[in-house]
């Protein structure tokens, strides 16, 4: 059974900073690709940061460029974003969410964390 458990959230002031990390249990880690999600109060998730299988290649949305950070830790299950210079926009629940190698879509989700910034 796949679970992938986030943990790291918490309220921060604007300007501060949280580690994300989600903990992977269940699937072959290194062979997938693991992502963060956000989904704000009333309105769709929305992608934030993506890394590869070895952690060679990294992608994020432009809001969080400079200021989140994905990395990701093979021998122990784990990816992390870590998140500075954080705006009260970033509020919001985040979802740690495993894609296969062949695969287009997410196969696995976590329960997600929440962060919430105040300004």
């Known amino acids: 059974q796949v679970q992938l458990v986030e943990s790291g959230g918490g309220l921060v002031q604007a300007g501060g900073s949280l580690s994300l990390s989600c903990a992977a249990s269940g699937l072959t880690f290194s062979t997938y690709n693991m992502a963060w999600f956000r989904q704000a109060p009333g309105k769709e998730r929305e992608f934030v940061a993506e890394?590869?299988?070895?952690?060679?290649?990294?992608y994020s949305v432009e809001s969080v460029k400079g200021r989140f950070t994905i990395s990701r830790d093979n021998a122990k299950n784990t990816v992390l974003l870590q998140m500075n210079s954080l705006k009260s926009e970033d509020t919001a629940v985040y979802y740690c969410a495993a894609r296969g190698r062949f695969q287009s879509q997410y196969n696995y989700w976590g329960q997600g964390t929440q962060v919430t910034v105040s300004s």
């Open positions: 890394i590869s299988r070895t952690g060679g290649s990294r």
